[in-house]
């Protein structure tokens, strides 16, 4: 089975161009099969860089003239064509794709016209999608008239044109209506063209771009934002903003504009969704342009004096931690210093007849010399190494005399 040629590039120098067009005369069967075109456009610009270096060699084309015409003006009239038809062998190659891109021969399938760059049926065309104008007629296939892609227009609701910075002009009627889905419980999404609102119609109107006009807002006047029935400002683009107003995208703005009592509106941006329902978002604030300047500089000193604060605040945090932490230590040593001594006495005072009896025996049965003689007043000492641990926290404390002792651990 023969297969369709996805790719082809020449190689020129030490750059390259894609000439698939070239090649393929049914770009239709391939356009899925490719990938995405702005990244391969991407891949090849830097060595398409090159390729126009290697190509850029003129090229003259000399056009036929009559034979009636006398020698002078036959030379004027050459020189002038001449000058007139230098193109580069690069500019060339670039008109021949672009001319076999736009004059692709017409599908005999009638599933090619669904996605074709060029052509279109009305059969395939979208709910949201209407021929217009309707001609010319390129063909047909299998009975069904064919139209240029160019007369396929796009429609939208009038919040979307909105969007969009245009509005619908006046005594205009929709194009298409849509009934709306009877599963009023599915969510709907704020930016697609489906979506008409809580309060909306039961059917969804659509308007085509030829019906529009600019967005005509109201001014500000006096420093008086002018603000929706909901009082804000509906910000999808720069194109929304009323004549003689600023869209000042700053966190916490809105508290410098209420102490300076400047007149200002909520800027909604968009929506989020949050538990199957939407919610309006926003950022920042719309004031008119006059008091852009001033809002900037309260916000700027603002900002640093709240920036002060919070430095301070967190200095002190520090230090109450590390005050806390430090007392902790000296509160725990002191407390470790005084049980241990308690232990000791508690201990000697206990075992204080077991104390003497070890004494005893140790005198008794030492061995005879100088170097071995004990003291008699002698104290036992526990070293840290002579003690051991039981599985109840049971310290158990050795002298070197033999003398043990238990305690318990707190």
Known sequence: MQKSLRYAVAFAGNGAKDVTRRYCLKWYQIASQRVNSIWWDAVLAPLRDFEVTATSDSIHLEKEHTGSSSGHEQTKSLNISERAVIAT?????DMELETKALTEPLPTNQQAYKNHQLYAIEKWLTKDQVLHPKGPIVGFCSGHPVYPRTCVQTLRTRERWLREGLQVKINEHPVKELKRSSKVHKVQDPESDNYVGVNSKRTIELYGKWQLEPLDLPHAVNGIVPKNDHGNVEVWSEKCLPPGTVHLRLPRVFYVAKRLEIDYAPAMVG??????QSYPVFDGI?????????IVEAYAEEEERREAVEKKRNEMQAISRWYQLLSSIVTRQSTKSVNSKLD????????DEQSLACQQDVHENRPAGPSAAMPENHEHVFLTENQSFDDNLVVTKR???GFTVQVEEL
């Open 399 to 401: 002298c070197h005399c």
């Open 286 to 294: 719309v004031v008119c342009a006059e008091f852009r300047d001033a």
């Open 271 to 276: 929506f989020e969704f949050k538990n199957g």
């Open 344 to 351: 000791v006495q508690v201990g000697g005072s206990q075992n």
């Open 89 to 93: 062998r690069n500019s060339l190659e």
